[in-house]
Every structure is written in structure tokens, then in C-alpha cells.
């Protein structure tokens, strides 16, 4: 009975911790496209950019982010959770 319940509050932790791991990598992305919004004057200025060019490497960075989540999947059902997991990059892309 008593690793029954271990095996309980074990999984609550780990739920928990992924509920949290994930809101960060969330609100992590959206600071991420929300300050490349608020500067990109600054950084087109910087690299003498025309006003459109910004826009377009940002929805660029939008539809490669959107297709990698769905590759994600394919790359799973190939490889197995653990191994992807064990090739993803062990930082933050930027």
C-alpha cells in the first residue's frame, strides 16, 4: 500500500514539474517573439533592413517553429521518446 501511494505522489510531482517546465518554455517563446516584435526597428535599422524584410524572417521563424513541432511526432514514432529526447539540443535556441 505504501509504494502505491509513493508511485501516486511520484506521479503527481512529475506532472507538476512538466505542467511548470512547460509554461516556462511557453512564456519563454512568446517574451522571445514578443521583444523581436517590439525591436525589430532597432534591429532592421541596425542591419540596414528594408521595413520588409523583418516581417518576412519573422514569419519565417513562425512557420519553421509550427512545422518543427509537427515533425516533432514523426521523429518519436521513429526513434522512441527517449532517444529523441536524448538527441534534442541540451540548450535554449535563440
Known amino acids: 500500500m505504501a509504494e502505491g501511494l509513493r508511485d ?6 512529475r506532472m ?3 505542467a511548470w517546465a512547460l509554461a ?8 522571445d517573439n514578443a521583444m523581436f516584435g517590439f525591436f525589430t526597428r532597432h534591429i532592421a ?5 528594408s521595413p520588409d524584410e523583418p516581417v ?5 521563424y513562425a512557420m519553421t517553429s509550427v512545422l518543427g513541432i509537427r515533425q516533432q511526432q514523426w521523429w518519436v514514432e521513429r526513434v522512441g521518446y527517449r532517444r529523441y529526447l536524448g538527441f534534442s539540443p541540451r540548450r535554449p535556441v535563440a
Open 16 to 18: 507538476t514539474v512538466f
Open 56 to 60: 518576412w524572417a519573422s514569419t519565417a
Open 8 to 13: 501516486t505522489e511520484q506521479d503527481r510531482l
Open 45 to 49: 535599422g541596425g542591419i540596414n533592413a
Open 24 to 31: 516556462l518554455a511557453t512564456g519563454l517563446n512568446y517574451f
